[in-house]
């Protein structure tokens, strides 16, 4: 069973920078493709980015509304995935949650709050 903890999100203005952390435990994750996510007000959860390594070649990937603002990266020495956030957005204000890519049911996290206002 992996336990995915995702932080630091908060209240941030427009065109301001956040970045998140998704710590990993109960087992490594450095073959798996990890991903991010997020779910704004009454819209469904939707695919933000995600990363996998095959041999010594980093695969990155993400959705067309973020690409060129944000950044995922990882830390398999310390089981942790990261969210670099760029000149944000209102629209960007949503709960932004990681799991593997695709995501699993049960590895769901309570996610993290971003908001992006003036």
């Known amino acids: 069973q992996v336990q995915l903890v995702e932080s630091g999100g908060k209240l941030v203005q427009p065109g301001g920078s956040l970045r998140l952390s998704c710590a990993a435990s109960?087992?490594?994750?450095?073959?798996?493709?990890m991903g991010w996510f997020r779910q704004a007000p009454g819209k469904e959860r939707e695919f933000v980015a995600s990363?996998?390594?095959?041999?010594?070649?980093?695969?990155?990937r993400y959705a067309d509304s973020v690409k060129g603002r944000f950044t995922i990266s990882r830390d398999n020495a310390k089981t942790t995935v990261y969210l670099q956030m760029n000149n944000l957005k209102p629209e960007d204000t949503a709960v932004y949650y990681c799991n593997t890519q695709p995501p699993l049911s049960n590895y769901w996290g309570q996610g993290t709050q971003v908001t992006v206002s003036s």
């Open positions: 109960g087992r490594t994750f450095s073959t798996f493709t």
């Open positions: 990363d996998w390594t095959r041999g010594s070649t980093l695969y990155t």
